[in-house]
């Protein structure tokens, strides 16, 4: 699952990867572990290299962030200070208040609260907690991750409205154009009026005739142009972004997905 019941164990274990702590990590700690821990502490602010390996720099930052959260300040991660670092992404696994009228409003209303965490790649391109989240587990240069993040939206609208998704969804920008078609819903450039485009729809950022290179979601839309929520992405519109940001766009090449 993509939304979160009364335990974490209903979540999709790539889910859980990223917001449950089996042990506590500490000093001496290697690997992806530790690595979790750092990049936390770079997502709030306590810059210092990602390696993987805990030691007495990383055991210093944590000192510091429990000392900000009012935690116990002994340089372990428990689950109290797990709990504290990923709460961001623990609050996005949650229904929004608002997603209770239709698969359109769902979608938005997640997507708002995503853009209120602002997720972040951390530790490199495409790289990060949120974009494993987002991916099922993956992350690096191979992984640009803007339509898993809509899929991942997809998933938790229909999880809220206990429905089925309109369309799969991907981690391709192709395949969601393609699943639009055969399920009747996208709508070229030519054919797309504002007053059709609901908050809710994607836009597809079109290449050529058979390709896509980038899609978000339309959270409103006017004659001039339309205002989005998107994924891997920054304030200059790159398709190859960082962060989960609000943007206005023109409707030239592009092209839409309106459930």
Known sequence: MY??????????????????????????????????????????????????DFGGITEGRVRQFQSRAGLPVTGVVDAATFAAMTAPMVGVLQPAAQATHSFSDAVTAMAQVHLAAHPVEIGGQNRGPWVR????????????????????????????????????????????????????LFVKERDARPQDLSPGSLFLV?????????????????????????????????????????RRRGYSSKDFVVF
């Open 3 to 52: 939304v979160q019941g009364n335990q974490f164990g209903t979540l999709r274990a790539s889910i859980r990867d990223e917001i449950e702590l089996q042990d506590p990590v500490s000093n001496g700690t290697r690997g992806m572990r530790a690595r979790r821990v750092q990049e936390w502490l770079c997502l709030h602010g306590l810059g210092l290299v990602i390696d993987e």
């Open 206 to 246: 079109r290449r050529t005739s058979t390709d896509w290179t980038h899609v978000g979601l339309v959270s409103d839309a006017d004659q001039g142009g339309f205002d989005t929520i998107e994924g891997n992405t920054n304030d200059e519109g790159s398709r190859e972004g960082y962060e989960v940001c609000a």
């Open 133 to 184: 989240m987002y991916m099922n587990g993956e992350e690096g240069n191979a992984w640009p991750w803007c339509a898993g993040f809509v899929t991942f939206l997809m998933h938790q609208a229909a999880e809220i409205r206990d429905a089925s998704m309109p369309i799969k969804g991907s981690f391709s920008c192709d395949t969601l154009a393609a699943q639009a078609e055969t399920a009747g």
